[in-house]
């Protein structure tokens, strides 16, 4: 017997279960049939903000940034190559604070960009301030004990 876990769907949300040991199968999902991780950041919205944040067995990484932050975006692609090296341990997600303020003032966001580490819920750890790829990993895992 295998332990399941959830894993909310990129795309279209589903909450998909899977035996813990096919997570690195590139599964797809059983509603829209996308892959589940395709190794780069998801746009997190009021839609599937909860699903990730919340229902997820994987911790939720999320950048809060918006579109005229210089620092957001130059950390940009550090934090694409940071998906694709923490996938499918992780899930990694950009939030626009622009677009997304009742998210953005529910954790208090007042610089960007600031990296929340979820689990279950839960806010692990906090970060302001633009980083590297390899910072971020080495921050996800080590807040997260993998
Ligand atoms: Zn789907």
Known sequence: MTESMFIPCPHCSAINRIPADRLYDHGTCGRCKKGLFDGRP???SAANFE???VRG???LLVD???P?????RSMAPAFSSAAAQLEPLFRLGKLNTEEEREIASRYSIRSIPTLILFHRGKELARQSGAMGSDEITRWARSHAGR
């Open 42 to 44: 998801i746009e997190l």
């Open 51 to 53: 699903a990730h944040a």
């Open 57 to 59: 067995d994987v911790p």
């Open 64 to 66: 809060f940034w918006a």
């Open 68 to 72: 005229w932050c210089g620092p957001c």
